[in-house]
């Protein structure tokens, strides 16, 4: 298993696939703001996207992207193929976005996590900054962030 750097036509058929199935509107970045809203003028954020890969195979994938504030980044789109959970590769995955924060020197990181997905991201030092909040398709969320 390896993770690589990736672009967003590559990890795109999998989030349509795996994590938002029936989305058209899936962008290479969110437009949501920390703790609730939306950014609404255009901004043209530095994305990074990886995949962990089994030989060619893609088992898991996640991003991280800047935000106008400059302070924080936003990791987005964690997902590990169901045959490959449980081995670390959400957590490895997790690393790297935040060693990629490290290195721009932000003061923060935060993310939007399903409540399924939250004990990886609380191994990793996030704390959750709001209650579980449903979205319309009843999946549990919550903001979450770490102080780097
Ligand atoms: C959430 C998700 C990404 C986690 O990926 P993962 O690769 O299984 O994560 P990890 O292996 O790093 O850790 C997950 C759990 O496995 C445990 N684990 C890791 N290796 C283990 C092992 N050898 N034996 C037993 N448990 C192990 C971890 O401790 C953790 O356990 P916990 O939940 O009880 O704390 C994956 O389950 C997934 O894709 N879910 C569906 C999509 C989703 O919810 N994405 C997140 C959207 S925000």
């Not at 990890?11 to 199935?21: A, F, G, N, R, Y």
């Not at 003028?41 to 088992?59: G, R, S, T």
């Not at 030092?125 to 969320?141: A, C, M, P, R, Y």
Request: overall charge neutral; some cysteine.
């Amino acid at each position: 298993m390896q993770i690589i750097e990736a672009n967003f036509q590559s990890i795109l058929p999998l989030w349509q696939k795996e994590l938002w199935p029936g989305r058209d509107d899936i962008e290479g970045y969110s437009w949501m703001k920390f703790g609730g809203g939306h950014y609404e003028n255009f901004y043209n954020p530095e994305k990074k996207f990886w995949l962990a890969l089994d030989k060619d195979k893609k088992v898991g994938v996640i991003s991280a992207h800047s935000l106008p504030d400059q302070e924080s980044i936003r990791i987005r789109g964690l997902w590990v193929h169901k045959d490959y959970r449980r081995k670390n590769i959400g957590s490895l995955l997790i690393s790297q976005a935040i060693d990629w924060a490290l290195d721009r020197g932000v003061d923060s990181i935060w993310t939007y996590p399903r409540k399924e997905a939250w004990s990886v991201y609380e191994k990793h030092g996030f704390v959750s900054d709001t209650f579980w909040i449903e979205d319309e398709k009843g999946l549990e969320h919550c903001y979450a962030s770490k102080r780097l």
